[in-house]
């Protein structure tokens, strides 16, 4: 899971790249605590094939990302 | 997807208008919007700094800030919280500004300077893209100022509150401020109507996370033109109305408070551009999330002001070309241009992660 909570853009969608680039998830969440992110990372994500869902937990989201 | 698309092209569409409007009102010229110079000029009404040309409280800057506020609160996503290397962002936010006056513009007005036909403004923009460049290099390898902190309401409204008081003051008592009798100053669209301008651009800005240096970094980094659309809305839009209203002059000479020193005019922005990575946004966005509550983004712009005031305190700012002289950035402006450079290539450096003990 990535926690990229308390983190201005662009790292959220940069630690999630990372990810995607080294191990090429099937799966992978992310939360953050960032209306923000939850569209750059959605965005990112989607072109890079995946499908998007988000829950809101409080003040976080948690976004799964599924190949 | 294609929503948040438009919503950028159209924010930047509208962000050009209200350029081209600002200045047929009475804003400075390839000024309708200039972040630096309005900070600047608040810094100096507020007595910060003595340059008699540069003084006046500009609301655009206030209604930035509270049309932000107000659409975070409205979308529900205002959010107290700070903490991420406050002082750093202080010191990388004055340099930002000490990069951009030697410019004379901050990247919103290096946009609305090229819909002007200013070519010094190209020059800017391949400085900024270097230093966007030079940023991104150390955030691809880790670089982090560190996370932010949850923070109680009080710290979040900071900036607002201070927006707002500016507003009550300079209505209620507007001898307590300085106004310029000439120069860029001097030349402002009318009060009211600017900051109803403003306040609509700042919902706008804060709506659609538009940001100067994020379109260029995230074509970059990911391979994302979301936020390059609305730069390139900003500036067709300023191009459309400068035609049709004859403002449009190409060239480098003759264009209204600009210079043509281009070695210091591409290292001024390319300390911007590249300041900008790291605190996560340009000028404008540091005005926006502020209002969202980011309270190391009022840090910055605490900075910025600051460093607006040295610029002037201490001759470093660019001085416009004239009929009488070419202009240019002082030596003084240079070398604290290259100690911004320094100082922003030492935070890249020392804040990248630690490698792992054997």
């Known amino acids: ?67 | 997807m294609k929503k948040v698309n438009w919503i950028v092209v159209i924010a930047g569409a509208l962000v050009g208008l209200a350029a081209v409007l600002l200045t047929a009102l009475g804003n400075p010229a390839n000024m309708g919007f200039c972040i630096a110079c309005f900070l600047r000029d608040i810094a100096g009404a507020c007595s910060l700094h003595g340059a008699a040309k540069v003084q006046y409280v500009r609301p655009e800057i206030i209604g930035l800030v509270l049309g932000s506020f107000i659409m975070a609160l409205i979308k529900g996503e205002f959010r107290a919280k700070g903490g991420s290397s406050p002082a750093t962002r202080f010191v990388l936010g004055a340099f930002v500004m000490i990069g951009a006056l030697a410019f004379l513009g901050c990247p919103l007005r290096m946009v609305i300077r090229l819909g002007g036909g200013d070519l010094n403004a190209l020059v800017a923009l391949i400085g900024f893209t270097i230093g966007i460049f030079i940023g991104v290099q150390f955030m691809k390898r880790g670089f982090s100022l560190r996370r932010n902190y949850t923070l109680g309401v009080t710290e979040g409204t900071i900036l607002p509150a201070l927006m707002l008081g500016l507003l009550i003051l300079v209505v209620a008592v507007p001898s307590l401020f300085k106004f310029s009798e000439a120069g860029p100053g001097s030349k402002f669209a009318p009060f009211f109507a600017a900051l109803g301008i403003a306040l609509v651009v700042g919902a706008l800005a804060q709506r659609s996370r538009l940001c100067m240096v994020g379109g260029i970094r995230d074509g970059i980094m990911f391979g994302d033109f979301k936020l390059l659309y609305g730069f390139v809305a900003i500036f067709a839009v300023v191009l459309v109305g400068n035609i049709i209203t004859g403002h449009f002059n190409l060239g480098f000479s003759g264009q209204p408070v600009a210079h043509s020193d281009h070695v210091w005019n591409l290292l001024g922005m390319l300390l911007v551009g590249w300041g900008s990575v790291l605190l996560g946004g340009c000028p404008l966005r540091q005005l926006i999330l502020a209002g969202e509550g980011n309270s190391d983004s009022t840090v910055t712009v605490f900075g910025m002001i600051t460093g607006a005031a040295f610029a002037h305190n201490f001759g470093l700012a660019g001085v416009a070309a004239s009929a009488d002289a070419a202009g240019g950035v002082p030596t003084a402006g240079r070398i604290a241009v290259v100690i911004g450079i320094v100082f922003v290539l030492a935070i890249s450096l020392l804040n990248m992660p630690k490698k792992a003990d054997a």
């Open chain 1, 1 to 67: 899971m990535i926690d990229a909570r308390g983190l201005v853009c662009p790292m959220p969608v940069a630690m999630v790249q990372k990810e995607v680039k080294a191990n090429a998830p099937k799966e992978v969440e992310v939360m953050v605590d960032d209306q923000c992110a939850v569209e750059n990372i959605t965005r990112y994500a989607t072109n890079a094939g995946y499908a998007v869902s988000v829950d809101k937990e409080g003040t976080d989201y948690r976004l799964t990302l599924k190949k």
